[in-house]
């Protein structure tokens, strides 16, 4: 596609429930990165893939947060028992290949709300 | 630990002014350094930045990196109403293992510009 795809762009949950979010990268972009976004502040680092291989996930804040990427294209986010400190915009970014120094380009984020 | 310093936090001022954003670093292994621009959505890329002194220009946006003060600085020049937004800094370096593209942000700067 031409850009960062992310779905769904509003997301509303029960303290407790389980969430995924899904990130499309542009079509041959070989890293795909997560990060959160809270309120007010920049993005911070979650979680970093190079094809289908998770190479950091040292930002992911406890072990209810988890990350895929099986098939090197797609990614999903899954967060189990949210709580309310999960509030966040969710943002997907990917850039052309590891070692090429460019850019990374931006989703327009999920924006999850837990209740 | 890498860390990324932006300032002023906010700045309002009218159309047609000229502006500079700040943006102060620490980060082990410097590779880039990244302007983006953030209105609702997606973080849109601005300019990325590796070299000292070699200033990179779009339209009447401009930026230039010292690494030996280890700053930035986002010059617009002729304010528009349309530059509102918040605007981010971020700084990607290599970690030991020379793997991980993960962006360090700053809080951002949020520019407001009136008619």
């Known amino acids: 596609g031409a850009g960062v795809s992310q779905s769904p762009r509003y997301k509303v949950a029960k303290r407790g429930q389980d969430v995924a979010l899904r990130c499309d990268p542009i079509s041959g972009h070989v890293s795909l990165f997560w990060y959160q976004q809270a309120l007010g502040q920049g993005p911070e680092f979650l979680t970093y893939?190079?094809?289908?291989?998770?190479?950091?996930k040292s930002g992911l804040p406890s072990d209810r947060f988890f990350a895929e990427r099986p098939e090197g294209s797609v990614s999903t986010l899954k967060i189990q028992r949210t709580q309310q400190e999960d509030s966040a915009v969710y943002l997907c970014a990917s850039s052309p290949r590891y070692g090429s120094n460019q850019p990374q380009h931006f989703g327009d984020g999920t924006r999850l709300s837990i209740l | 630990e890498d860390k990324v310093v932006q300032s002023p936090l906010s700045l309002v001022v009218h159309e047609g002014d000229t502006v500079t954003l700040n943006c102060s670093y620490e980060v082990t292994n410097f590779r880039s350094l990244l302007w983006y621009k953030q209105e609702k959505k997606a973080p849109t890329f601005l300019f990325m930045l590796?070299?000292?002194?070699i200033e990179k220009k779009s339209g009447r946006l401009s930026s230039i990196l010292d690494k030996k003060e280890l700053f930035s600085i986002l010059n617009i020049t002729a304010t528009q109403t349309g530059d509102s937004a918040v605007y981010l800094c971020?700084?990607?370096?290599?970690?030991?293992?020379?793997?991980?593209?993960?962006?360090?942000f700053g809080k951002g700067t949020k520019l407001t510009v009136n008619p």
């Open positions: 971020a700084v990607n370096g290599k970690d030991a293992q020379g793997g991980s593209e993960k962006l360090v």
């Open positions: 893939f190079q094809n289908e291989a998770q190479l950091d």
């Open positions: 590796t070299s000292s002194g």
